[in-house]
């Protein structure tokens, strides 16, 4: 299994990026997929999560509530991560993460993409 996300650059506070994960090797209806995110020097920050399965279940960190949406396009094998309002301290290098169960914990997923970065200015 593979992931290739996309998306990140840099935006201006206040504005939008959406972020894809493209997922190869297994269908993406059976698997979990989350959003983690790491600044240099901190631990990897759980940003949002979606089960699969056809109940979708979605979660959200309190840093990102009501500005973050995870979606999911099990048929195209792509789950995004839409982005409103940006703070600079969203500032960080994202990943996406596919696995068999939903979960907050980092280490239960077993397929990761490279980061891509999202740098907010000011």
């Known amino acids: 299994v593979q992931l290739q996300a996309s998306g990140g650059g840099l935006v201006q506070a206040g504005g939008s990026l959406r972020l894809s994960c493209l997922v190869s090797?297994?269908?993406?209806?059976?698997?979990?997929v989350a959003w983690f995110r790491q600044v240099p020097g901190n631990g990897r920050e759980g940003v949002s999560y979606?089960?699969?399965?056809?109940?979708?279940?979605?979660y959200y960190s309190d840093s990102v509530k009501g500005r973050f949406a995870i979606s999911r396009d099990d048929d195209g094998n792509t789950a995004y991560l839409q982005m409103n309002s940006l703070q600079v301290e969203d500032t960080a290098v994202y990943y996406c993460?596919?696995?068999?169960?939903?979960?907050?914990?980092?280490?239960?997923?077993?397929?990761w993409g490279h980061g891509t970065l999202v740098t907010v200015s000011r």
């Open positions: 979606s089960s699969g399965g056809g109940r979708t279940t979605t």
């Open positions: 090797g297994q269908k993406l209806g059976n698997l979990a």
């Open positions: 993460a596919a696995g068999r169960i939903l979960t907050r914990d980092y280490s239960e997923y077993h397929y």
